[in-house]
C-alpha cells in the first residue's frame, strides 16, 4: 500500500471536527504566507543620501523630507549622511558609499549619477561694493576678487577667467569665509565678492548684510555678458538673468535685470537603483516637498530635470516614468503572471500525473472486474461434472470475495458488500442445486 493511500485510509478515519481543524489550520497558513508575501513585496526600502552645505541648511531640508517620507508611510525611506560640503558629498557618492546624493551640477565626479530631482537653482553673484568703480568684467582688471566658499567654486571660476581672460587681465581670486567678507572688502583686501547660491530671502538677506545699508547707496552686480556663450560650452551652466529690484525694491537694485550664470542642485541617485523604486521614490518625494515647503521656501524651485536624451545629467529612468506618466501598478506589472500561473501550474499538474501513471504502469496489473469473475463462475456451476470442480470452485469464489474486501479498504471505487454478497449468494444456490443434480444422477 503507498503513502497515498494510507492517507486516504487515515483521512477516511478521521473525525469530522479533526477536519474541520486541519482544513482551518491549512487556510491560516496558506492566509499567513500570503500575507508575508504581500508584506515582504510592499517593505520600505532604504537609501542612504550624502549631502552637505557651507551653511548646514542642505541637510537639514532633506532630513526634513526624509521625517516627511516616514510619516507619509512612503515606499523608501532616506538615511542621511552629512558631509561637510559639496564637495565630500559627490565624493561619497561616486565611491559608492551611498546610493543618493545632492550635488551642484559643476562640482565633483558625477560621472556615475542620473538625476531624480532638481532641488534648487544657485546663480553666480559678482557683486563691487557701494561707490565702486567696477561695473563689468573689464573693471575687474588688477583687482582681486574674494570667492565665498572657494574650492567648491573652483569650476565657475576657471569658466570665468577662461571667458574673460581674466589671467592677462592680472585678476586674483581668492577664498573668503562668508563672515570675512565685509572685514575683506573693509581693508581692501578684495575688491569684490563671487557668491555662488539660489536668489531666497534667506540668501539674500545675508548677501544685503555684507554691504553697509544706505537708501542713497548700493551695492554693484556686475553682469556675466557672455554667460549664454559660457553655458553652450560649458553644459552645467545655464545663463539666467537676475531680475530688477533684486536685492532691493525701493529704489530698485539692480535698476535693471542683470544677466549671469545659474546652476541646478541635483538629487541624484545611481544607475543600477531599481526604477520602479526610483519612480515611487520620485511620486513620494514630490508629496513630501509640499508638506514642508511651508518651513523651507527654497523648495518653492523644487522641479523636474531635463528629461531629454541629450541634458547634462541624464534622468533616472525611473523618475522619467514619474514625469511621463508611464508608471505602471501593480496589475500591469503582474498581470500577464497572475493570469499565466495558474494555467501554467494546471499544465504542469497534469503532465506531473501522466508521467506518474506512466511510471506506475509496469507495476500495475489489470484486474479484471470481480463482478464479470462472479458471473462466469456460473457458467462452469452449470456445466460441472463432479463434486470436486464444484469445491474448486468454491475456493475461487472465496478468493475474489477476499481480494474485494483487501480491496475496499484503499480503494474508495471498490464494489460494496452488498452487491458482492448479491451475487456470492445466488452463486451457492447454483452450486446447492448441481449438487442435488449430480447426486440424482449418481442414484439413477
Not at 508575508?36 to 513585496?41: D, E, I, K, Q
Not at 563671487?194 to 548700493?218: C, E, H, I, W
Amino acid at each position: 500500500m503507498d503513502d497515498l493511500s494510507r492517507i486516504r485510509i487515515d483521512s477516511a478515519r478521521l473525525p469530522i471536527w479533526l477536519r474541520i481543524v486541519v482544513v482551518l489550520a491549512l487556510t491560516l497558513l496558506a492566509a499567513g504566507a500570503s500575507l508575508f508575501a504581500y508584506r515582504w513585496y510592499v517593505r520600505p526600502v532604504t537609501l542612504s543620501i550624502a549631502v552637505g552645505s557651507f551653511d548646514g541648511d542642505a541637510p537639514k531640508i532633506v532630513s526634513a523630507l526624509a521625517s516627511r517620507l516616514a510619516v507619509n508611510n512612503a515606499p523608501v525611506r532616506l538615511k542621511v549622511v552629512e558631509t561637510s560640503g559639496l564637495i565630500e558629498s559627490a565624493d561619497a557618492f561616486s565611491s559608492g558609499k551611498t546610493d543618493l546624493a545632492v550635488v551642484r551640477g559643476d562640482v565633483g565626479d558625477l560621472s556615475q549619477a542620473q538625476a531624480i530631482v532638481v532641488l534648487a537653482q544657485a546663480v553666480a553673484l559678482l557683486v563691487a561694493p557701494p561707490g565702486s568703480a567696477i561695473t563689468d568684467m573689464a573693471g575687474l582688471k588688477r583687482t582681486t576678487v574674494g570667492v565665498v566658499a572657494g574650492e567648491t567654486n573652483q569650476k565657475i571660476v576657471s569658466v570665468l577667467r577662461k571667458a574673460y581672460d581674466l589671467d592677462r587681465a592680472n585678476v586674483a581670486f581668492k577664498s573668503v569665509a562668508l563672515d570675512q567678507v565685509r572685514r575683506a572688502l573693509d581693508t581692501k583686501e578684495i575688491r569684490a565678492v563671487l557668491l555662488v547660491m539660489p536668489l531666497s530671502d534667506k540668501y539674500l538677506s545675508l548677501v544685503r548684510g555684507l554691504f553697509p545699508q544706505n537708501p542713497k547707496t548700493a551695492p554693484v552686480l556686475i553682469p556675466i555678458e557672455n554667460a549664454g556663450a559660457i553655458a553652450e560650452k560649458e553644459r552645467a551652466y545655464e545663463s539666467f538673468d537676475i531680475p530688477k529690484g533684486t536685492l532691493r525694491g525701493s529704489p530698485p537694485i539692480p535698476e535693471d535685470d542683470v544677466t549671469t550664470l545659474q546652476v541646478s542642485f541635483y538629487l541624484v541617485g545611481k544607475k543600477s537603483l531599481d526604477n520602479d523604486m526610483i519612480a515611487s521614490f520620485t511620486q513620494a518625494l514630490t508629496s513630501a516637498r509640499r508638506d514642508v515647503v511651508g518651513e523651507f521656501p527654497i523648495l518653492a524651485q523644487f522641479k523636474a530635470p531635463d528629461t531629454d536624451a541629450g541634458a547634462y545629467l541624464p534622468v533616472h529612468p525611473g523618475a522619467a516614468e514619474f514625469y511621463n506618466g508611464s508608471q505602471l501598478s501593480f496589475l500591469d506589472k503582474w498581470s500577464n503572471a497572475i493570469f499565466l500561473a495558474p494555467m501554467a501550474l494546471g499544465a504542469l499538474a497534469t503532465v506531473l500525473a501522466a508521467a506518474w501513471q506512466f511510471l506506475r504502469s509496469g507495476d500495475l496489473k489489470p484486474r479484471e472486474p470481480a463482478l464479470d469473475s462472479l458471473y462466469a463462475l456460473g457458467q462452469r456451476i452449470r456445466h460441472a461434472e463432479n463434486e470436486a470442480e464444484l469445491s474448486a470452485i468454491e475456493t475461487q469464489i472465496d478468493d475474489v470475495l477476499r481480494a474485494q474486501r483487501a480491496r475496499a479498504n484503499e480503494d474508495e471505487n471498490a464494489l460494496d458488500a452488498a452487491t458482492l454478497n448479491v451475487a456470492a449468494h445466488r452463486l451457492e444456490n447454483l452450486i446447492h442445486d448441481r449438487r442435488a443434480a449430480l447426486t440424482a444422477r449418481a442414484r439413477g
